[in-house]
T-cell receptor, first 115, second 112 residues
Framework: NAGVTQTPKFQVLKTGQSMTLQCAQDMNHEYMSWYRQDPGMGLRLIHYSVGAGITDQGEVPNGYNVSRSTTEDFPLRLLSAAPSQTSVYFC??????????????FGEGSWLTVV | TQLLEQSPQFLSIQEGENLTVYCNSSSVFSSLQWYRQEPGEGPVLLVTVVTGGEVKKLKRLTFQFGDARKDSSLHITAAQPGDTGLYLCAGAHEEYGNKLVFGAGTILRVKS
């Protein structure tokens, strides 16, 4: 079972460059989300989607865009990378809303460094 | 300031010892989850607790949700090197649309 697949695993960007982190899930989950993980701060929600065509902002959305054209895919776009966006990014999916107690499945993470 | 405060931040113990990790808040959560994360991987769900006072056991791990649903604890009995990892608590909070809020985590190292 593939579960949640993120690419790339590692990326180095120069300040001002743009890029897209890809996320795909094969579990037919409606709910998908993106988190960033920084030392001492846990995981913080960037954007989430409750279904194809529907996205919303999380706790730290600035500098990021998302779209959800299909149930399977939920890419995260960095529009103009800044050093403050250096972090580990996790994509996650679940059958329904995260707070409902459903099991959330995380990808393996994408390590992004902005220089 | 974290909505969910985890303690301790770091814990290094010998194999066979017992330990408890705490997750505290001044807010009430509708449910609380515990995750374990190993280096280079994403978090993996261990348990979900939803009822105040609820206790769940997973082999050597015991999870408890406080009566007021503001805090939780994870107790590991006879820790093994395989328990090493980052333990995260996450709560669903009405003020955040019931989306999960994560604590900063507790790094556990169990030495053989």
């Amino acid at each position: 079972n593939a579960g949640v697949t993120q690419t790339p695993k590692f990326q180095v960007l120069k300040t001002g460059q743009s890029m897209t982190l890809q996320c795909a899930q094969d579990m037919n989950h409606e709910y998908m989300s993106w988190y960033r993980q920084d030392p001492g701060m846990g995981l913080r929600l960037i954007h989430y989607s409750v279904g194809a065509g529907i996205t919303d902002q999380g706790e730290v959305p600035n500098g990021y865009n998302v779209s959800r054209s299909t149930t399977e895919d939920f890419p995260l776009r960095l529009l103009s990378a800044a050093p403050s966006q250096t972090s580990v990014y996790f994509c996650a999916s679940s059958y329904s809303a995260e707070g409902s107690g459903n099991t959330i499945y995380f990808g393996e993470g994408s390590w992004l460094t902005v220089v | 300031t974290q909505l969910l405060e985890q303690s301790p931040q770091f814990l290094s113990i010998q194999e066979g010892e017992n330990l408890t990790v705490y997750c505290n808040s001044s807010s009430v959560f509708s449910s609380l989850q515990w995750y374990r994360q190993e280096p280079g991987e994403g978090p993996v769900l261990l348990v979900t607790v939803v009822t105040g006072g609820e206790v769940k056991k997973l082999k050597r791990l015991t999870f408890q949700f406080g009566d007021a649903r503001k805090d939780s604890s994870l107790h590991i009995t006879a820790a093994q090197p395989g328990d090493t990892g980052l333990y995260l608590c996450a709560g669903a909070h009405e003020e955040y649309g019931n989306k999960l809020v994560f604590g900063a985590g507790t790094i556990l190292r169990v030495k053989s």
